[in-house]
């Protein structure tokens, strides 16, 4: 479950370098909520926001949406009305492999929102899509039910919640 106490990816690798795996984001930072993290659900919608709407409108329970949208740039399937939507039920953050849009808006809000851009248009509401696959992008895989930490060094994977603990010394 995601909490707004900070979990740095740093800190989190140096205390259970054995239990993560780390990634160079290929996404831009667009919401209030620089870093969060929580349990992965997924999505594939193709230039639909539908889906996605469908996701964030069901309790989060701390979890974290990543949606897949095929990197698709052409139209936006993420904005503020969505964005609040899912903060209201408990989601933690979306991670959007596609556009966002409303980004004066989405950077204002308690909410982690990753995205690979920003567009204006908006993409479809046809609710079509394939929810609760494991995905891979940009060689990072997303599995349902494993845990994503995100904040401005990458994004991290574990299989499980990672506790923060005390980390051995070291020299970088």
């Known amino acids: 479950m995601s909490s707004s106490r900070f979990l740095s990816t740093s800190d989190l690798v140096d205390c259970n370098p054995s239990l993560v795996q780390g990634f160079d984001s290929p996404f831009k930072s667009f919401g ?4 969060f993290h929580g349990s992965i659900e997924t999505v594939q919608c193709f230039e639909d926001a539908g889906a996605i709407r469908a996701c964030l409108a069901e309790p989060g329970l701390g979890r974290v949406l990543v949606a897949d949208a095929g990197g698709s740039r052409r ?6 009305k969505m964005a609040r939507l899912g903060m209201g039920n408990g989601w933690a953050g979306v991670i959007v492999n596609g556009a966002v849009r409303d980004c004066e808006t989405l950077s204002q809000l308690d909410f982690g929102v990753l995205a690979l851009g920003a567009v204006p248009v908006r993409g479809g509401l046809q609710g079509e899509g394939k929810r609760g696959g494991n995905l891979v992008i940009a060689d990072i895989p997303f599995l349902v039910g494993a ?3 995100v ?3 990458g994004i991290l994977i574990a299989g499980e919640a990672l506790k923060r603990g005390r980390a051995a010394p070291r020299q970088i």
Do not use: P
Not at 32 to 35: E, L, S, T, V
Not at 75 to 80: E, I, N, P, R
């Open 147 to 149: 845990h994503v930490y």
């Open 75 to 80: 139209v936006a399937v993420l904005g503020d």
């Open 32 to 35: 209030g909520r620089r870093a």
């Open 151 to 153: 904040d401005a060094d």
